[in-house]
């Protein structure tokens, strides 16, 4: 079992930058790729950043060249830069992490956390 927490949310004016954390606890062995997810009212949930088990990064067209997401090993926790934020970014954030071999051995195939809001408003 692994269990993901999110923080860093929060209101924010519009051009202003907020960081997001995702700690992850319980059993990281099994985790591959990680990334960030957002979920606005009434919309789908999308993919936001990707941080692979091979450590490259990729990022939805709409916040690349704005969003730094990042890892760090020693402390379990992802982590998504925000810069220069728009209305458009306000939703809800989630931490997702890949577990592909944990079905095999009777564990999830992937863990989300509970989220965290971002409102960006003036």
């Known amino acids: 079992q692994v269990q993901l927490v999110e923080s860093g949310g929060g209101l924010v004016q519009p051009g202003g930058s907020l960081t997001l954390s995702c700690t992850a606890s319980?059993?990281?062995?099994?985790?591959?790729?990680m990334g960030w997810y957002r979920q606005a009212p009434d919309r789908r949930r999308e993919l936001v950043a990707v941080?692979?088990?091979?450590?490259?990064?990729k990022y939805a067209d709409s916040v690349k060249d704005r969003f730094t997401i990042s890892r760090d090993y020693a402390k379990n926790t992802l982590y998504l830069q925000m810069n220069r934020l728009t209305p458009e970014d306000t939703a809800v954030y989630f931490c997702?992490?890949?577990?592909?071999?944990?079905?095999?051995?009777?564990?999830?195939?992937?863990?989300w956390g509970q989220g965290t809001q971002v409102t960006v408003s003036s």
């Open positions: 941080f692979t088990s091979s450590r490259s990064k």
């Open positions: 997702h992490a890949d577990s592909p071999e944990g079905p095999s051995m009777g564990f999830p195939y992937e863990y």
């Open positions: 319980g059993n990281i062995f099994f985790i591959n790729d």
